[in-house]
C-alpha cells in the first residue's frame, strides 16, 4: 500500500522560510512524477512544483518561481519542498502527490496517489 506522508508545516512570519518533507512508502515504481499541491480556503486545489523520478527535471507553478524549490532524496525515499520569502497568500494545506507516468515538464495532471496534508500559515 503505497502512503505518503507530509511534514514540516506550521505557523510563519511574512518572509520566513520552511521546508516541508514528503516519504513515500510502499512504493515499487521506477518511473513516476512527485510533487506538491496546494489547497487555500475557499480556493480549488492548486499544482505548486512536481519533479520527475528519471531525469530529476522539475516544473514550478509561475508564481512561485524563484521562491520555492523542489528536490528529493532517493536513498530517503523522501521529496522536499523549499519555500522561501514566504507570504500571508501561500497560506495553505499543502499535498504530497504522485503520479504513475512521466511528462515533459514534470506536471501532476492525473494523481494517483496522495498525502494527507500539512497546514502552512504564513502570518504576523
Known amino acids: 500500500q503505497v502512503q505518503l506522508v507530509e511534514s514540516g508545516g506550521g505557523l510563519v512570519q511574512p518572509g520566513g522560510s520552511l521546508r516541508l518533507s514528503c516519504v513515500v512508502s510502499g512504493f515499487t515504481l521506477n518511473y513516476y512524477t512527485i510533487g506538491w499541491f496546494r489547497q487555500a480556503p475557499g480556493k480549488e486545489r492548486e499544482e505548486v512544483s512536481g519533479?520527475?523520478?528519471?531525469?530529476?527535471?522539475?516544473y514550478y507553478a509561475d508564481s512561485l518561481k524563484g521562491r520555492f524549490t523542489i528536490s528529493r532524496d532517493n536513498t530517503k525515499n523522501t521529496v522536499y519542498l523549499q519555500m522561501n520569502s514566504l507570504k500571508p497568500e501561500d497560506t495553505a494545506v499543502y499535498y504530497c502527490?504522485?503520479?504513475?507516468?512521466?511528462?515533459?515538464?514534470?506536471?501532476?495532471?492525473?494523481?494517483?496517489?496522495w498525502g494527507q496534508g500539512t497546514q502552512v500559515t504564513v502570518s504576523s
Open positions: 502527490a504522485v503520479a504513475r507516468r512521466l511528462s515533459k515538464p514534470p506536471r501532476l495532471s492525473r494523481v494517483d496517489y
Open positions: 519533479i520527475s523520478s528519471s531525469d530529476g527535471s522539475t
